[in-house]
Every structure is written in C-alpha cells, then in structure tokens.
C-alpha cells in the first residue's frame, strides 16, 4: 500500500511508500501517529501547520465483517487536542482498494479560491471548484453522483465546514447514497480551512489488498460473522430497531439525561424509542435495517420517511434522538429526524448541535420543548448569521457567549447521551479520553446497562476505573482495525470472537501476535494520543466533568463523585 | 485594617483581621495572595467557587504621589488565568481611609434578582437592586450620585457585565464623576456572575491609615514627588500631550500596528495624534490635563468634548485611540473618542474591543476604515444580540466565531498598541507575563523605545529577556504599592526616586526593607500567580504570540523570533 499526500500549498501531491513503523498500523493507530508525527501539537488548528489525515483501517477492504470504517485525523479545532473521528460510508473501502494506507492532505492554499480532490489509481487530482460551494452536503452527493456515476465515493463538506465551524464535520456518501459522518471534533473545519469542498474517490482498477494466509483469514471471518449475528445486542436488538433501542432502556435505567442533563428520565421516552420508530418506519414505507457500509452483518441503520413516505432521513442515532428528544425536552420523532437531516446536509455533528440546542435553551435563545425551534436555529447555522456562528461553534462556543456554567462539555466537546453519574463507567470515558467527551472511546454502557463483558453497577463507583481503561484500549484497537464498534458486543462477550479478530488481522498481515500484542497498540496509541495532547497545551485539568455535575440528578439523586486522583489512574502515562 | 468579606450565596458579609501573612501586602500583591488562596484554580471563572477581590496598594491612602490606584483580582474567564485589573477613579483611596486591606466577594446568590453593595465604615449592606439593571455606566453614576451624593465611590458594571462578557470590565468613578476602568481580562463578567450590579463606598467618618514615622514619610514624599514632575515623560509629555503622545513616536519607530498588525505605520497617524488631540480639546474648551485620582501630579488624563464642546470622553489613553484607530484604519478622533465614550458607558475594555474591531473587520463583518461601523457594532454589544454575544467576549473568541487565524491575543486577551516584531521587549511581556498580552506588565517601551532606564534596540533580540523580566518584577510592586506604573519613568532613571518610594512604604509600616526585598515581593507575587494559572490548566504553551507574527511586518520587515526556550526562562519558576 502507498502514502497519498497532497500539499495544498502548492496544489502538489506525491505517492510514497508506507514506513516501516506504520505497516501494522491502521484506522486511529495510524491518524494518531501521523499526526503526532507530522503536526506540531502548537499549531493553530486552523493553520497552515494542520494536517487532514483519512486511513481506512487494518481489516477494511476485507471480507470480515464490519470492516469498511474510515478514521479521520488531525488536530481538533474543538478541543485543542488529537482527534480521530471515525465513518461509515463508502470510503474506507475504496481507499483500500485503491491501496491507499493513508491520505495526508497538508497546507493552505494563497488566496480564496476552493477546491476539490479526485482520487484515483494512478494519484491525485486538485481542481478549482465553484459550482458547489455553499451547497449542503446531499446537493453536493447528488451533483457528484450524477457528474461521476454511483460508482464514485464522495467526502465532503456543508456549509459549516466552509464556515471553519468547530461542530462541523466531514459527510462520507454510504451505500445508498445518504450520508455517514465523522462527526466529533470539527475535522469539517479542518477541511474547510484547507479550502477543500470535496474530495471523490475512483477505485476502479484499484489493485486491491492482500491477504497473506487467505484460508486462515476465511476460517477467522466466518467465526467472527458467527459471532457479531449470534450475540443479542447485534444480532437482535441493533438490527430491529437501530441504536435507537437505547432510548427505552436508558430511560429505565434513570440514565437519560433530560432537559440538559437536570433527570435521568424522559416523560416523552416512549414516543421517540426504538420501538416506536420501527413502527413509523414500517408504517411509511421506510428501511428498517441496512448497513452503513458493505459487508456490514449488524444492519443498524434505517431510512427514516416523512409522513408523505419520502425519504426524511438515514443512520438516525440514538444520541441524535436523545439530544434534540430527551435533552431539549422534544418528544417529536419526525422533528428530531428533521433536524437529524439538516445536520447531515450542513455538514454538522449532530451529538454537538443537540447539546448546543439544549445550550441555547438554557440561556433562554429558545425554550426547553420548542422542536421548530431547534430547525430555525439550524437555519441560522446554515445561513452563517450572528446566532449561527455562535451556535455552529458547539456548546461550549454556546454557553460562553452566553455566560452560562452548566454546559455539558469535555474539552469542549459536547457529553452524548449517557449521564456520567448514573452510568459511571461513560462517565469516566468522558473525562479520561483523550478525544474529549465521547461514548465510542470506552463504551462502558456495555458493562453498566447491557451487562455485556460482565455488569458492574453503573451507580457504583467500584470498577468503573479498570472498564473505563479497558474499553479504551481495546476500542482502540477496534478503531484502528476499521472495525465497527458495535462488534465490541461479541468480542466482549466471546473469546473465540476476540481470537477471531486477532486471527483476521494475522491471517491478513503474516503475523502471529496475540491478542495482548494488539491491546498493546492500543494501550500505545492512547499513549501517543495523550503525549500529544500534553504538547498542545492540555493538562490532567482537561480531564474533568464540569462543575455542575456535582447536583444529583433524580431518579437516583446520583453525584458524580470521583476524586482526580482516580481519573488521573485511568490512564497514567 | 480589616478585610471585609461577603458571601453572596446566603447575602451575609463578615469583618475580619489581616493575617500576618499579609500584612505587608497591597493591591496586586494582596488580590494574588487571596486568590491564589482561596480560589480553586481549576473552577468555573463565572461559577460560585470564583472570588472578585479588591484591593487598595500599600501607599493608597497617603500623600504618596500617585498613589491611588485599585487592584481588582480574580479568577479571568477571558484568559483562565489569574488576574489583576488595575484602576484609577476614587474607590483605591475611599477603601484605604475605611480601614479596608480588601474586599472579598464569594458566591453568586440563588435566583435571578440582582443586587448591589453599600461599604461604609461599619462594614457592607447588601441590597436587592432593579432600577439601575440594564443601564449604561454613565447613568448608573449620575443616578447614583443624585441618591448618596458627590462624595460617594462607585464601582459599577454596564450591560456588558450583566451578560457576563468576557470583555466586560469594571468601571470606577473619578474624581470628576467620569469613569475609570479595571479594564482588562472580564472582571465585569465576574462581577455580574456575582449578581452584583454597583458598589458604593462612604468613608465618612473612615478610621484612614496610619504612618508609623510621618517624617520621614513626608520627606521621602517630597523626593518622589519632584522626581515624577522633574522627568521629562511624566513632568512634561504625559501632562500635556496624555498618554496619545505614542502615536507619533510609535509610528516614527514603525511600532504603530496597523490594519490588523499589517504594518507599523499608519498615513493617518497625525490626525489621532496626542498634539492634534491637544488642539481639538484647546478649541473645544476642554480640560487638556487632570489625573485619574486625588494626588495624582502626573495628570495625563483629559476631557475631550465634541464638536459641540460638549462633554464626550476622559482618560482617553493611546491604547484606545491606537486601536479603534490605526489598528482599524480609522483616522476620525471624534469617531474614536465617542467608541471610547460607548465602551466606557457599556463597561468594556477599550483595548479587547479595539482588537475585536480588528478581528470583525479581519472577518468581514464590516471593512477596515469603516468607523461608523465600529459604533454600529458597538450597539449590538451593547443590546446584547447574537452579534453584540461575540464581540463582546473579545477577540479571540470572535476570531473562533469566524474561523480566523489572525487574531492578536494570548491567552485569549488581545495585544495592545505596540507592535511585537518591532518592539520586542513588549513581546516579550505580552507572551510571559500570567495576565495573558498586558502592556502594563513589563512596559518595556521604556527602554525600547522612550530611551528610559537605558536603550534596547527594539528591533534587535539582545536584552529584552532580561528588560522583561526587570520590569515584569518591578511593575509588579509598583501594582502592590497602588502606584501608577508612570512613576517608573523616573523611577528607571533615578535611583534616589526608586529608593524614595521604598522609603515610603518603609516610613508607612515601620519596615526597614531595602529596593532588593520589595522586588522579592514582586518576584513572589509572580510566582504565585504562575502557580495558580499552571495549576488552573495553562501551561508554557500558552506563553506564545500567534503563528502570524512569523510574517515580516514594514518598514523595518522585523518577525517574532524569540525561541521557546527563550521565553520560558524570562519568569523560570
């Protein structure tokens, strides 16, 4: 496989051959050491200094499962700090067929013109674009579609990334043409200083990936396929009714956090459920399961239809329902839907903005329960105004300018759906991560809620640390395979699943590491994510929950009650 | 003397003694000490564990020329650092003949009513206060005035402080009613987070200071007095001219920062210069010299009036005029004086806002040159819109808004009217001192450019580490003595007037300290407040200047070139 780096710069881009060290890296190992390698941790995000970085992961291209997720890397204009923010879509695999280990896009270019990149067996292409600026992200997938065929991957950016917005992330087309984000961090802003619009990928005659002990690798995928279809969560649950099964069982368990994070419970639960969007979804004629990305077994995702049966939206998220239902008081699922659907066409990480909504809300822009609300304000985004910009720029951006305190944010990035006192194990996630607040890099609700990989009470303090910092390592390893988060079920839950996703990647690679080797990757690549960090600045204070966090929230009148001494063990280097 | 204290959560307040250990502390020193104490570092700036502590110098309250300035401190929610604001007007020396070493403010009361605070000799009532919320300070004094009279000390915030803005300063009135400003780093923000609108002082029947050896005081006194009227830029330039005199002198040695620091000369320097504003004023019957409090023999403050002759602005500083001006391509002194005027009456920080002009005008938000537009955007601040929501938090955070890479602050506080490439020991101290970019906190325009305390080649590396640090520590004690820093004219050059102003406070509290142990005091002053900040979560990363200031910038072509090394051994603790 090969290096692509583009200069923007100079609108110059070379093919070079992939380092030694970075052979057996891929996904986040590989976008985190690029960027600690390459990035001076000072740099002004949105410098000249800053660089873009996409690697589809060691596995992807593959046949194993789940395998086709795309890490984005760079320096985050949101937190200050390293940031991997991880697609489904298309992508992924086109870069591994294409051979493409990573794509490094690096400069700015003088003057104000924008650009797009076309990607292709033989390199690069940087061209001037026009027509589609200022254009929302389905406009963008649309015209591409139709100038380059179904065939051709497409990552872009809205509105908001144009707008170097900190909530703005990067839209990678999927499957069927909708839209995957990655999402956190504001990598749309990267992209967009970088005066990028697009960039499409043509992986015909790509000469694919090799795979060294091909009937090994068969043997590992089936068992791990096997694995992902027999396990609950992602062979029942994930597939019926989308993440969004959650929203009932976190109400349940008094950990859904409602009306910006002031109860654990939501009176409106029921008509935003998982439940209950599968039966919309059946009644208007819409998609129930399908996958973000080929190859996919666990079929998470959905096509949402408006009351009129047309397409609404797609990959509609439990954090996504959570935050515009249950933290902005909003019990209406086609509301939500829509302004699911305008964060993905303005090119806005949705967790952010529903936090940002429940902001503005508390600083009285709009009340607590006004759903039009909510899509006037993304209006305001959209159209880059005063209140957009303030807005655009996340929760935290939101409640300075307001003056506020309680602001649900680490390192500026916005807290998803989990309330951090009565899902401790998220919480600790939250703090520690280097990636800021983020349920993905330790998913600990595995654990405290799904009793997957063991229960520890999520109430308790005791474990919370160790699953924390377990789920953390071993998510990284995850992320850096390409793989979906969601095999984390079966690999916790089985061993012959975890060896299996061992036995892929040295099937794959012609090496014979265990399963240990691998966690140790994972353990140094947080290790270089937090060496970063530290060099741009953040501290062990960066590692904490904001003050308001120490009011019980009912049902349980639970605290957050960890000492820094305890978040500064979870991962001590 | 006492320290009063009150607590706003539960509206109580307490008298208490000084202890020991700070008893020999004043202003800067004293707001540190208490701070560093008695704030946790690491809290909310606008949250309940933040403290706004005021405090008069050790001289305040004596003969002592220039002796009655105010230490405001606190915990900055501009710069996230420790902070000292620093004052003229009557408070300073109102606090010092009640018998009041500081007051503390903790708390924020319950609810949404909003008070204001009575200090009198018996010690402080609290009171709920409606009729002067969401007025400008011009009104709150007049109003305030007409209820308690003439001799009443007030210290008030505008609208900007009640929205809490991270530009809000805190505005003390003078001596002729007007406004003096604790200017820097959003004190009003504190302050309004505290629900605290005014605070009146009555020092009738005040227990004043004593002078353990009044004779010596008193001669001490005279030759500290003689020296500041003998220098020639405190007897001669800075009455005549104010502290406007720079404009001409900074844009001779290409230090004037132009256009958004794209050059260091302005073509219209001489139309905001200090001898034309002496000229308008002459004409216009206003007052061309007078000082900021009782005592003061420097007297570079002023009336400027309008073409009417009308009453528009006072203390109307270099900085203010550098940065609505030259740093805006503005070249209207009445534009410029009725920006300050407006700033004053919303209780903003004159030199935040002017950089935050810069930064809209970087933005797009209006054009250079475009100086109805700056009073238009200074109404938006005023009314509080989304617009009026960014500026009004300063500069950086509207270059966040906007996405910009050009944005002069550090530490989020925006960086005064001396250019840093080509007047680098002011670089220096903008990059080091803990206050975030502060002129005043190691003026070394002094030796760069006014040839005071000797010559450094302002364009040359050689020295200014060393001038930085001298002058940071020095400073740092003319701050606890409640000093105005243009004593240190003469204090620079004479030896015999810097060891007078140690006699002084040695005469004042019976002290046989030499010049050596009060810069001890300095020293120690400084490293406690680096302490706070590096445990607040600020590091050496933070004592940077922009990525931009690597551009050369005319006529001399100078770039910042200082290492990080470098800059982390000026204040090495």
Redesign the interface.
């Known amino acids: 496989m090969k290096i692509y780096r583009i200069n923007m710069s100079n609108l110059s881009s070379t093919i070079e051959e992939v380092p030694d060290e970075w052979r057996l890296m891929g996904g986040r190992a590989l976008t985190s050491a690029i960027v600690a390698k390459e990035v001076d941790?000072?740099?002004?995000p949105?410098?000249s200094?800053n660089k873009l970085v996409f690697a589809p992961g060691l596995l992807t291209g593959t046949m194993a499962a789940n395998s086709g997720r795309l890490s984005v890397g760079s320096k985050s204009p949101l937190t200050g700090g390293i940031k991997e923010s991880n697609a489904g879509g298309t992508a992924a695999q086109r870069f591994a067929k294409l051979g493409v280990k990573a794509l490094i896009i690096e400069g700015i270019p003088p003057g104000d013109k924008y650009y797009c990149v076309h990607v292709h067996k033989d390199g690069v292409n940087i061209k001037e674009e026009t027509e589609l600026l200022d254009k929302g992200n389905y406009e963008v997938i649309k015209t591409l579609t139709d100038r380059y065929g179904e065939n051709t991957g497409v990552m872009t950016i809205g509105q908001a990334g144009e707008?170097?917005?900190?909530a703005a992330n990067i839209s990678v087309k999927d499957p069927k043409g909708h839209i995957r984000s990655a999402g956190r961090g504001g990598l749309g802003?990267v992209m967009?200083?970088k005066k990028i619009k697009f960039i499409t990928l043509d992986d015909n005659d790509g000469a694919g990936i090799e795979i060294a002990d091909k009937e090994a690798f068969k043997n590992a995928a089936k068992i791990f396929n096997k694995g992902l279809l027999s396990h609950p969560v992602s062979g029942d649950a994930l597939p019926k009714y989308g993440t969004d099964v959650l929203v009932n069982i976190l109400n349940e368990a008094g950990g859904l956090p409602t009306k910006n994070f002031r109860r654990g419970n939501f009176a409106g639960a029921e008509k935003i459920s998982g439940e209950t969007m599968y039966d919309t979804i059946m009644e208007r004629k819409g998609d129930p399961t399908h996958g973000c990305h080929v190859g996919c077994v666990i079929r998470c995702s959905q096509t949402y239809n408006d009351k009129n049966n047309k397409y609404l939206t797609s990959g509609f998220e439990y954090e996504t329902i959570w935050g515009f239902g249950a933290g902005c008081e909003v019990d209406d699922l086609d509301i939500i839907a829509t302004a699911d659907h305008e964060c993905d066409d303005i090119g806005l990480d949705s967790i952010e903005m529903a936090v940002t909504m429940q902001t503005a809300m508390e600083a009285g822009v709009i009340s607590f329960g006004d759903g039009p609300g909510i899509l006037k304000l993304l209006g305001e985004v959209k159209e880059g105004?005063?209140?957009g910009?303030?807005l655009g720029?996340g929760a935290s951006?939101t409640g300075?300018?307001?003056?506020?305190?309680r602001v649900a944010t680490v390192k500026n990035q916005a807290i998803p759906a989990y309330d951090p006192r009565s899902v401790k194990g998220v919480g600790v996630t939250y703090a520690t991560t280097p990636m800021g607040a983020d349920h993905t890099a330790g998913y600990a609700v595995t654990a405290n809620i799904l009793k997957v990989g063991g229960f520890v009470d999520p109430l308790q303090k005791e474990g919370q640390i160790e699953l924390s910092r377990n789920l953390q390592v071993a998510t990284t390893f995850i992320d850096s395979c390409g793989l979906c988060i969601f095999v984390a079920f079966a690999v916790l839950d089985s061993g012959d699943v975890a060896q299996a996703m061992v036995d892929m990647v040295n099937a794959q690679y012609g090496t014979k590491s265990s399963i240990g080797d691998w966690f140790e990757l994972g353990r140094t690549t947080l290790q270089t994510e937090k060496e970063f960090n530290r060099?741009?600045?953040?501290?062990s204070?960066?590692d904490?929950l904001?003050?308001f966090f120490s009011e019980e929230v009912p049902p349980h009148n639970a605290i957050w009650d960890f000492t820094n001494q305890e978040l500064d063990s979870v991962l001590p280097f």
């Open positions: 941790p000072a740099c002004n949105l410098g200094k707008y170097k917005m900190s802003a967009g200083s105004t005063p209140l910009r303030i720029n951006f300075k300018a307001y003056g506020l305190t060099a741009a600045g953040l501290t204070k960066d904490r904001p003050e």
